[in-house]
């Protein structure tokens, strides 16, 4: 059996949780989507997430949230790093850091699926490296799981493609995020695992990375401090669709969604 996937890249502010909550029901429908995966580490104000923004994300029809460098700025993540199974944090944390960077999704008619969270190394803070994580976490879930998605929340492009890369094979995708930019090298590889280098984001674009636009052309220009805040107007849903065979875990399609939320 086929078995569709949607990712959709980091969740901004409120104009992208309403973006998920008034477009996602649409996106399943139409393309017949199994299971929704969505980076949400933007969700609160465009910094970190709440268990209430949390809700609100599952609540559009996200299945699994991941996240990234921006997990610990708000507080009250803390409850759902303990209590929310279908919540991720980057797995190459130090051990005993709270929460889970893996899990194994059971529905039924549906093969098992593994998602992985990992966050990369380059251009960011310094972590446990995400390559061996990648190769002990994948070994660890592959008998439990025949389909398998990463989310590697990263800087540089050749980060991102050297895990794909190594991961070739042995997951079904591999999706970066981070940047907020939508990359157009979306593919599947000989192995079989599709990929593609930022997923984008879902938010306000008439933005600077969905914050209002003159604080940071501000901060450029004067180096001062300045607060950015999540922009208004024109916003996308931007994310990826990958349809994998079940039995085998190889990807047989990846496709680009970029889907402008029209205000009611």
């Known amino acids: 059996m086929r078995v569709k996937l949607l990712f959709i890249g980091d969740i901004v502010g409120n104009p992208g949780r309403k973006a998920v909550q008034r477009l996602l029901p649409g996106l399943r429908e139409r393309h017949g989507v199994d299971v929704v995966v969505a980076n949400g580490e933007n969700a609160a104000g465009g910094n970190g997430i709440t268990p209430e923004t949390a809700a609100e994300i599952f609540s559009g029809g996200a299945d699994v949230i991941t996240t990234g460098d921006h997990l610990w700025d708000q507080k009250e993540v803390s409850e759902l790093l303990d209590a929310e199974p279908r ?52 070994k660890k879930i592959q008998s439990r799981a025949p389909v398998i998605l990463v989310d590697f929340h990263a800087e540089a492009t050749s980060e991102k493609i050297a895990m794909a890369r190594m991961l070739d094979g042995q997951v079904s995708a591999v999706i970066g995020t981070h940047t907020h930019v939508q990359t157009a090298d979306e593919q599947i590889f000989p192995g079989g695992t599709a990929f593609l280098c930022d997923a984008g984001f879902t938010g306000p674009h008439d933005s600077v990375l969905g914050r209002e636009v003159e604080p940071v052309v501000e901060r450029f220009l004067t180096y001062r401090p300045q607060r950015f805040h999540v922009a208004k107007g024109r916003v996308l849903l931007q994310g990826v669709m990958v349809e994998v065979d079940g039995a085998t875990g190889r990807a047989v399609s990846i496709e680009r969604v970029s889907e402008p939320l029209v205000s009611a």
């Open 87 to 138: 919540f991720l944090r980057p797995l190459n944390y130090p051990p005993g850091t709270p929460g889970q960077g893996s899990l194994v999704l059971e529905r039924e008619g549906l093969p098992p699926l593994g998602v992985l969270n990992l966050q990369g190394q380059v251009f960011m803070r310094e972590m446990e490296n995400p390559f061996l994580a990648a190769q002990a976490e994948v």
